[in-house]
């Protein structure tokens, strides 16, 4: 079977996971990325990762790249695809655009004149009324289009709706976390059922679900409905059943996964959503407070997201996060326990050392996963003992080494692929710029540079507590704080009142005509 490349995207922070789930499905020349990983193999491996992959958001198949710096540039290098190989007039196609470029800064934009240059591939060869179809929603070709800087990949989306929508939740509580993202922490933890695990704030139940089909070797994308591959012309309906059946990697799971929460309502949503996937005789729920925790398992693993006081608010969320430091010390110990939160202070109040710390991002937030290993004595007689901190376990402190290649290298490896690689350019890309137009864009570059550091320097606190910060000039508006309007003096020239002050010299409320300043 011919292998091709592919990219399997995911959340910042699991690239190394995701690389190494790559590797044991036998992927070939597996290399992570920014948010990605970039590898190669066979349909077969096509469908296995979509099946088994449980860090990963969407498998997409690269199909073009070229090198483009405007939007006709953009949609002459479109048309240059043989887009009979993935469509046909009788078909629908919608397009995914994500851009990170000065030149592309409107996503919706470069979706349009890449849908306009399709369209108008099938117009020129085959008449003016016949054309594929556009749909928004469950068209039968998903295109991706991903620009970073000048370069443009035209990929096809296998997957459809992203993986992290495994099909297992029936409800869910309010702010859950993302199962992507819970998987991932699992793996980063080197939990894989060897022993028991704890989820003492449990919400919806994600953390146990995904952690029970670690532990019994269960691939997510079994409870999903469809995937984008199977409306595709090359679709092996045999060959993906036989995956789909395949049932050598699954495990015997025999510690047990306990769920707890203070919600009634939270625990009711996570038993529906533990029944759904099946795994209800694996785990342990239980309605109980943090506080009346008073013994746990020996030697097992403690997983979990407390309340950030974003989207789910505790009246005292310093105190929540000091009781949860106390129970780690007294009741959990021997374990590894794994947070993941949003605010240094709250956890300072947990009040231990954490043995490792790694950015991960929740949604919009800029979170951190930490690992406290909870020991018996000081922390002299641990080392003494043999005990280490940091790298207990396994993909704990991987980071990530992202290659990164010139423009002219990834255009040439992309032609050696035979997925083009050319270079559209438009026509006064290479003219001399007046002294004038050299003027306006180098004021352009430079009022973007001050715009980026601006917004860097606008910490959290800041957001927060002036909400005139969020804009660009917030120098000039900082400097408008607290400043009352100007008024003239009572010998001056007579000026309209402001709203709610009075001219010198005014007497009683004679003045009923509404001011302005000056």
């Excluded at 089909?213 to 036989?242: C, K, N, Q, V």
Aim: glycine letters at 8%; proline letters at 5%; one cysteine or more.
């Amino acid at each position: 079977m011919q292998t091709f490349e592919m990219v399997a995207k995911t959340f910042q922070g699991l690239e190394d996971v995701l690389a190494e789930e790559l590797r044991n499905l036998g992927a070939l020349n597996v290399e992570p990325g920014l948010r990605m990983v970039s590898f190669e193999g066979d349909l077969e491996m096509l469908y296995k990762a979509n099946l088994c992959c449980r860090t990963a958001l969407r498998i997409l198949k690269p199909i073009y790249k070229f090198i483009a710096d405007a939007p006709d540039a953009l949609y002459e290098g479109v048309k240059e695809f043989e887009w009979s190989k993935v469509l046909s007039p009788d078909k629908t196609f919608s397009i995914d655009t994500v851009a990170n470029s000065e030149e592309f800064t409107h996503s919706r934009f470069v979706t349009y004149r890449v849908k306009d240059a399709i369209v108008d591939w099938f117009r020129d060869r085959l008449g003016p009324d016949v054309r594929p179809g556009v749909r928004l929603q469950d068209a039968d070709v998903m295109i991706n289009v991903h620009i970073s800087g000048e370069r443009v990949t035209l990929s096809l989306d296998s997957s459809g709706e992203s993986l992290h929508k495994r099909g297992y939740r029936v409800a869910q509580t309010e702010a859950p976390i993302n199962e992507v993202l819970a998987a991932g922490i699992i793996l980063k933890s080197g939990w894989r059922g060897d022993c028991p695990l704890v989820d003492p704030m449990c919400g919806s139940g994600t953390f146990l679900i995904e952690a029970a089909m670690i532990a019994t070797g269960t691939h997510p994308g079994i409870y999903r409905r469809r995937f984008a591959f199977e409306s595709w012309p090359d679709f092996d309906a045999e060959l993906f059943d036989s995956i789909y059946n395949d049932d050598s990697q699954e495990r015997t799971f025999t510690h047990r996964i306990i769920g707890a929460d203070i919600s009634p309502k939270a625990i009711a949503i996570a038993r529906e959503n533990i029944k759904s996937a099946g795994m209800m005789k694996y785990i342990d729920l239980e309605v109980k407070p943090l506080a009346r925790w008073e013994e746990a398992p020996a030697d097992g693993v403690l997983i979990t997201n407390p309340p950030y006081g974003e989207r789910i608010s505790v009246d005292d969320m310093e105190g929540l996060y000091a009781l949860l430091g106390s129970k780690l010390k007294h009741v959990f110990g021997g374990y590894h326990a794994w947070i993941i939160g949003y605010r240094e202070e709250y956890f300072h109040k947990i009040g231990l050392a954490p043995s490792v710390k790694m950015p991960l991002l929740n949604g919009s937030l800029e979170c951190e996963l930490r690992e406290y290993i909870i020991f018996d004595g000081n922390m002299r007689d641990f080392r003494s003992e043999g005990g280490k901190l940091k790298g207990e376990r396994a993909g704990a402190d991987c980071k990530p080494k992202f290659r990164y290649k010139s423009d002219e290298k990834w255009a040439a490896d992309a032609r050696r692929s035979g997925m083009g690689g050319k270079e559209h350019r438009s026509a006064d890309k290479g003219r001399k710029l007046s002294a004038l137009e050299e003027r306006y864009h180098a004021g352009n570059r430079q009022d973007r540079k001050k715009d980026r550091k601006e917004r860097r320097e606008i910490s959290r606190e800041e957001f927060s507590e002036n909400p005139l910060a969020r804009r660009r000039n917030e120098a000039a508006l900082k400097s408008l704080i607290g400043r009352k309007p100007s008024l003239p003096k009572s010998e001056g020239p007579m000026m309209r009142p402001r709203r709610g002050w009075k001219r010198p010299g005014a007497q009683g409320n004679q003045s009923t005509e509404n001011d302005n300043n000056e």
